[in-house]
Structures are given as C-alpha cells and as structure tokens.
Nanobody
Framework: QVQLVESGGGLVQPGGSLRLSCAAS????????MDWYRQAPGKQREFVAR???????KYVDSVKGRFTVSRDNAKNTAYLQMNSLKPEDTAIYFC?????????WGQGTQVTVTS
C-alpha cells in the first residue's frame, strides 16, 4: 500500500521561504512521477510542479523561478522548496503519485502567506 505524508507547511510572511516534504512508503519514488498540487479556498486544485523518474522537472508558470522540486532517493522523500512566497501561494499543498483510481495522495499541508 502506497502512503504519502506531507509536512513543512506553516505561516510565513511575503518574501519568505518554506520547504515542503512528501515522505513515501510502499513505492520507490524514483521510479514514478511525483506531482505537487495546491488548492486555495474556493478554488479548484491546481498543478504546481512535477519531478519525473529521470529527475526532469516541470512547473506551472506562476511558480517558475521561485519553487524547486527535488527528491532524495535514499530517504524516499520528495521536496518542494518555495522561495519568494506571495499571498497568492496560500493554499493546501498535496503531493501525488500515479496509481489506480486517481492515484495516491497525501493528506495535504497548509501554507499561509500573510503579513
């Protein structure tokens, strides 16, 4: 059984940084795509970033140059480094990896950017 557990969210001022973690069990992350999504209040869940099995990365335009997705194969954990945070980055952030019935998802971690 695949389980994903996010951590690292919190309250930060605009311009600040956070690093989100997604610890996986039941699957070797380096063999699969790992996506990060976010959902702001009243909005649909949106794609944020991806790291592929080869280490290739992809980002939504709004976070390019500010967010970096990475993976530690030894720890079987994916990361989302978020710099220069803006109030519009406020959302619940989820990690996800492919699987049947919509894939595997973590429980989410709240990120709030406010002064």
């Amino acid at each position: 059984q695949v389980q994903l557990v996010e951590s690292g969210g919190g309250l930060v001022q605009p311009g600040g940084s956070l690093r989100l973690s997604c610890a996986a069990s039941g699957r070797r992350l380096n063999m699969y795509i790992m996506d990060w999504y976010r959902q702001a209040p009243g909005k649909q869940r949106e794609f944020v970033a991806r790291i592929g099995s080869t280490g290739s990365t992809k980002y939504v335009d709004s976070v390019k140059g500010r967010f970096t997705v990475s993976r530690d194969n030894a720890k079987n954990t994916a990361y989302l480094q978020m710099n220069s945070l803006k109030p519009e980055d406020t959302a619940i952030y989820f990690c996800s990896t492919p699987g049947a019935a919509g894939g595997y998802w973590g429980q989410g971690t709240q990120v709030t950017v406010t002064s």
